[in-house]
C-alpha cells in the first residue's frame, strides 16, 4: 500500500488550536480524509477535502492541503476534552482503496 | 447519516474454530466494502475489498483461504475466520462505500475477536 505518515502524539490546554500533520507518497490520490477514533470504538469521518483543492473549512475544523509537497494538515480550533482520541488521516487511490497513516494521539489538557 | 453495523461487537473463541463476523449497511446500498484489521495502538491494516456479488480482492499477505469474505447483498457483507489461533486475536473493521455518497467511506463499530 501506500505510505501515509502521521506523528504519533500531540498534546494541547482546553481552548488552544491544535494542528495534526500528515504526508502522504501516492500523487495519484483522489480524496483525503480525516477520521477520529475514540476508545474502543470504530472511526467517525471528521472531513475530508478533494485532492485539487487546498483548503476546507467545516466549524472547528480546517483542512489545508500542499498537494505539491504531499502534506495535509487538520487544525481544530478551541480544542475541547472531547476533542482527545486518536486522528487518521487517510488517501483514497484511483481504486478506491483507503491508506491510513498511524495515527495521532490528542491528548487535551483541562 | 449512513450506518453500518457488525455483528457479533466482541468474540470469544478456542483455538480452531471459525469465526464469521457481519457487516451490514442499514439505510444505504454498499457497492464496495472494505475489512481492516487493527492491532492494538495501530492504525487500520486493509485486508479485502469486497464487491457485490464478485470474488474479493486481497491485499499482499492476507491469506484469503484464512480471511473467507462473501458479499452476497448490497447490504451484506461477511469476513470469517476459518481455524482461527490467538494470533488472529485483533480488532476488525468493515467499512462501506455507498451508491449515493461515493466520496465518503463508512465505517463500522468493529469487532473484537480474542481466540484463547
Known amino acids: 500500500g501506500e505510505d501515509v505518515e502521521q506523528s504519533l502524539f500531540l498534546s494541547v490546554r482546553e481552548g488552544d488550536s491544535s494542528v495534526i500533520n500528515c504526508t502522504y507518497t501516492?500523487?495519484?490520490?483522489?480524496?483525503l480524509y480525516w477520521y477520529k477514533q475514540e476508545p474502543g470504538a470504530g472511526l467517525q469521518l471528521l472531513t475530508y477535502?478533494?485532492?485539487?483543492?487546498d483548503m476546507k473549512q467545516d466549524q472547528r475544523l480546517t483542512v489545508l492541503l500542499n498537494k505539491k509537497d504531499k502534506h495535509l494538515s487538520l487544525r481544530i480550533a478551541d480544542t475541547q476534552t472531547g476533542d482527545s482520541a486518536i486522528y487518521f488521516c487517510a488517501e483514497r487511490d484511483n481504486f478506491n482503496k483507503f491508506y491510513f497513516g498511524s495515527g495521532t494521539k490528542l491528548n487535551v489538557k483541562p | 447519516g449512513a450506518v453500518v453495523s457488525q455483528h457479533p461487537s466482541w468474540v470469544i473463541c478456542k483455538s480452531g474454530t471459525s469465526v464469521k463476523i457481519e457487516c451490514r449497511s442499514l439505510?444505504?446500498?454498499?457497492?464496495?466494502m472494505f475489512w481492516y484489521r487493527q492491532f492494538p495502538k495501530q492504525s487500520l491494516m486493509l485486508m479485502a475489498t469486497?464487491?457485490?456479488?464478485?470474488?474479493?480482492?486481497?491485499e499482499q499477505g492476507v491469506e484469503k483461504d484464512k480471511f473467507l469474505i462473501n458479499h452476497a447483498s448490497l447490504t451484506l457483507s461477511t469476513l470469517t475466520v476459518t481455524s482461527a489461533h490467538p494470533e488472529d486475536s485483533s480488532f476488525y473493521i468493515c467499512?462501506?462505500?455507498?451508491?449515493?455518497?461515493?466520496?465518503?467511506?463508512?465505517f463500522g463499530p468493529g469487532t473484537r475477536l480474542t481466540v484463547l
Open positions: 469486497s464487491n457485490e456479488g464478485s470474488k474479493a480482492t486481497y
Open positions: 467499512s462501506a462505500l455507498g451508491l449515493a455518497s461515493y466520496n465518503e467511506q463508512f
Open positions: 477535502i478533494f485532492s485539487n483543492m
Open positions: 439505510d444505504f446500498q454498499a457497492t464496495t
Open positions: 501516492d500523487s495519484s490520490s483522489t480524496y
